[in-house]
């Protein structure tokens, strides 16, 4: 997991440079995105977000969490089910492993996959740019 403090810093610093407004609540999004505990959606988010801004709107929350993926700072993972989740501490591609029984999503701490693109590329000649792995299974907290 990369260090939520920095990525916090760059995400705010990239708003900047695309002369995004820094109000507080959208602070807070990028603050829960930052560390992407679980890889919320954007329900999930809004959750949290009530008890500091009671008034910002789900809308309003969905709006932020997509202008940071127009930005390349949050990776959203869609699922065939139509429930997206996000992570914004590693907003780029990497394996997931995901609990079918209560949704719980982690990133498994593995250096294999980089191998594997650069292999990927050399069998087909494709020029590589992202990739999707998702392992499915149940979590330690639901056998
Ligand atoms: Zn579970
Ligand atoms: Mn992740």
């Given at each position: 997991?990369?260090?939520?403090?920095?990525r916090?810093?760059?995400?705010?610093?990239?708003?900047?440079?695309?002369?995004?407004?820094?109000?507080?609540?959208?602070?807070?999004?990028?603050?829960?995105?930052?560390?992407?505990?679980?890889?919320?959606?954007?329900?999930?988010?809004?959750?949290?977000?009530?008890?500091?801004?009671?008034?910002?709107?789900?809308?309003?929350?969905?709006?932020?969490?997509?202008?940071?993926?127009s930005?390349?700072?949050?990776?959203?993972?869609?699922?065939?089910?139509?429930?997206?989740?996000?992570?914004?501490?590693?907003?780029?591609?990497?394996?997931?492993?995901?609990?079918?029984?209560?949704?719980?999503?982690?990133?498994?701490d593995?250096?294999?996959?980089?191998?594997?693109?650069?292999?990927?590329?050399?069998?087909?000649?494709?020029?590589?740019?992202?990739?999707?792995?998702?392992?499915?299974?149940?979590?330690?907290?639901?056998?």
């Amino acid at each position: 997991m990369a260090d939520p403090d920095e990525r916090f810093d760059s995400i705010v610093k990239k708003l900047k440079e695309n002369n995004h407004k820094l109000t507080p609540q959208r602070l807070a999004v990028v603050k829960i995105l930052a560390t992407s505990k679980g890889h919320p959606n954007v329900e999930k988010i809004y959750e949290l977000i009530q008890k500091d801004f009671p008034t910002m709107s789900l809308a309003t929350v969905y709006r932020n969490v997509m202008l940071l993926k127009s930005l390349g700072e949050v990776l959203e993972l869609g699922f065939p089910d139509g429930s997206n989740r996000y992570d914004g501490n590693k907003p780029y591609s990497h394996p997931h492993v995901i609990c079918v029984k209560c949704k719980k999503i982690i990133d498994p701490d593995l250096d294999t996959l980089k191998d594997m693109t650069a292999e990927v590329a050399d069998e087909t000649g494709f020029k590589i740019l992202m990739h999707r792995l998702d392992f499915f299974g149940i979590c330690q907290d639901c056998i």
